[in-house]
């Protein structure tokens, strides 16, 4: 998967501070359309201070958002609460990279 390639080359997650990151949604499945999908990502971080997560989750954003050139959503595993949601995600998630 061309994904996976990048995202190593580029070293984002590489920093110690993400755990895994997934593909999940349209782009891990044949429904995605090149012209009109956005890419869903799906993270874990580790334990860090308030301050440090937000500089950690906005990077991360701004990395896949540079390097993927369209939109990206980001959603942290451990803040999901709908099973539904999760039943959703599940169904689709690619890894990509696992610390």
């Known amino acids: 998967m061309p994904g996976v390639v990048l995202v190593e080359q580029r070293g ?3 920093d110690g501070l993400v755990r895994p ?3 999940f949604g ?3 499945s ?8 956005d890419l869903d990502f799906l993270v874990e971080f580790e334990d860090l201070e308030p301050a440090a997560f937000s ?3 906005f990077g991360l954003l701004e990395g896949l958002n540079t390097l993927f050139g369209r939109a990206v959503d980001l959603v942290v ?3 999901i609460d709908n099973p539904y949601f999760r039943a959703s995600i ?3 998630r690619t890894p990509l990279y696992a610390a």
Do not use: K, N, W
């Not at 044949?30 to 999908?37: C, H, K």
């Open 26 to 28: 349209s782009a891990a």
């Open 90 to 92: 599940e169904r689709t």
């Open 12 to 14: 984002l997650g590489q």
């Open 30 to 37: 044949d429904r995605f359309d090149p012209a009109t999908s």
């Open 21 to 23: 990151l997934d593909l």
């Open 77 to 79: 595993g451990s803040s």
């Open 55 to 57: 500089a950690a989750y």
